[in-house]
């Protein structure tokens, strides 16, 4: 459990960093930075499954998506999915959406923590219900005193728990099948950049190619340690947990602007 703590205490804190730099990206688009997110995360994960010595489950799990070709359905649902979460959590610091995507993860441990108590049957203590109810009047009062809740809010409150879901219930949350989920993803990555006039960014920005290996590398950290974490924790624990988050893209929100 400890260990399941500290890899999605990282994970959040390094994706409030990385909310902060996609500002520092401009004038890449947000499909850009995606496309360069994806392919400077992939030599990371890799590196990821000889680090945690996964190499034996990561064959393991090709032999299973031959043996039960359901789950290539599956795989690619959740490929969908988290491509889509991915996309939006780099698009909205530069689309004037980021405040509702934090609200997004504010809402979204509240979903994740019923869905691991109705679906999964997992155990909620006293603490934890608190935790959530006063997390519930939070996010309640927010959307009064703001009078709607946007599009690009829904669909992380609607999108993560359903990916956690699907992945727990198909017994496929490792990294071995999300390194396969960044492999999937890899061509609409490539169509992205190669759309991408870098002559005319790096005018702009001439930094930019160092922000994009720092993107890579904190983007392939952060995505490890929350695979790692989603793995090792139950869907209500890692709901709670997931309020690091947000609280990390609020500020990057305001140091935004």
């Given at each position: 459990m400890l260990k399941g703590i500290l890899f999605s205490l990282t994970a959040s804190l390094l994706f409030g960093v990385m909310y902060y730099l996609s500002s520092l990206l401009r004038p890449l688009s947000g499909e850009s930075i995606f496309g360069f997110?994806?392919?400077?995360?992939?030599?990371?994960?890799?590196a990821a499954v000889f680090l945690f010595k996964q190499q034996p489950q990561f064959i393991g799990f090709l032999k299973r998506l031959k043996q039960e070709p359901k789950l290539i359905i599956v795989l690619i649902i959740t490929t969908l999915i988290g491509?889509?979460?991915?996309?939006?959590?780099?698009w909205a610091p530069n689309n004037n959406v980021a405040i509702d995507v934090s609200i997004g993860y504010l809402l979204m441990p509240i979903a994740m923590a019923l869905l691991g108590r109705i679906w999964f049957k997992e155990t909620i203590s006293p603490l934890k219900i608190a935790a959530l109810v006063f997390a519930f009047i939070g996010v309640l009062s927010s959307f009064i005193t703001g009078g709607s809740i946007s599009w690009a809010t829904w669909m992380v409150l609607t999108g993560f728990p359903v990916y956690f879901s699907l992945r727990k219930y198909f017994d496929i949350a490792s990294l071995s099948s999300?390194?396969?989920?960044?492999?999937?993803?890899?061509?609409?990555?490539?169509?992205?950049?190669?759309?991408?006039d870098m002559g005319l960014i790096e005018s702009q920005n001439t930094n930019i190619y160092y922000y994009i290996v720092l993107l890579g590398l904190v983007s392939g950290i952060a995505l490890i340690s929350y695979i790692m974490a989603s793995s090792l924790l139950p869907l209500n624990v890692m709901g709670l947990m997931s309020y690091v988050e947000p609280m990390a893209m609020l500020v990057a929100s305001f140091l935004i602007g």
């Open positions: 997110r994806m392919w400077g995360s992939l030599p990371f994960l890799v491509g889509s979460q991915m996309w939006l959590f780099l999300f390194v396969c989920e960044i492999v999937l993803i890899l061509p609409f990555a490539t169509y992205f950049i190669a759309q991408t």
